[in-house]
Every structure is written in C-alpha cells, then in structure tokens.
C-alpha cells in the first residue's frame, strides 16, 4: 500500500495531461501488457457500435480502452479495469 500520507492532489496532472491530451490521437503508440505488441493507435481493432466503442490488441484482443459517448460527455476507460474518466465534450 503506498504512502497515503505523502501526496499531491490531482491539479497537479493538469500540465502533463493537457500535454498529452492536445495532441493528434493517430500518433498515439500502444503497447499491449498481455502479449508486449506495441504498434500506432490505427492497428487496434475496434469494435462498436456507437455510442460504445472497445479497442482491442490486434495480437490477444487485450482491452486497450474503451470509449462511450453520451450526450455533453465522452467516457474514457484505459485498460480492461473498472473506473472511468468522464471529458466534458461541445
Ligand atoms: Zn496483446
């Protein structure tokens, strides 16, 4: 269990996310933690349909994030875990 006592709250994410969140989502790499293949974003294979969309490793059909969108928000799951961030969209 980490040290709970010793942390910054989530404010401190804004930079590095805004970072990683403007840029061209295509450039994205992935590496798969079941089987280790890594390749661009554009190699997953997707399955739908809207509103829900799962992206699964090309090599071991691994979750690599799932996508839901409803109206004013876009639901983000990385991974095949449970817990979601939800993005406010126009
Ligand atoms: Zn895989």
Redo the contacts with the bound molecule.
Sequence with gaps: MPDTAAHLDGNCLAGPLSEILSVEPTTAWWR?P????SGPLAELHVYGPEPGLTAR??????IALRLVREEGHIWLTLGSGTGAFRFPVA
């Design positions: 798969c079941e089987c280790a293949r490793c090309p090599g071991c059909a691994y």
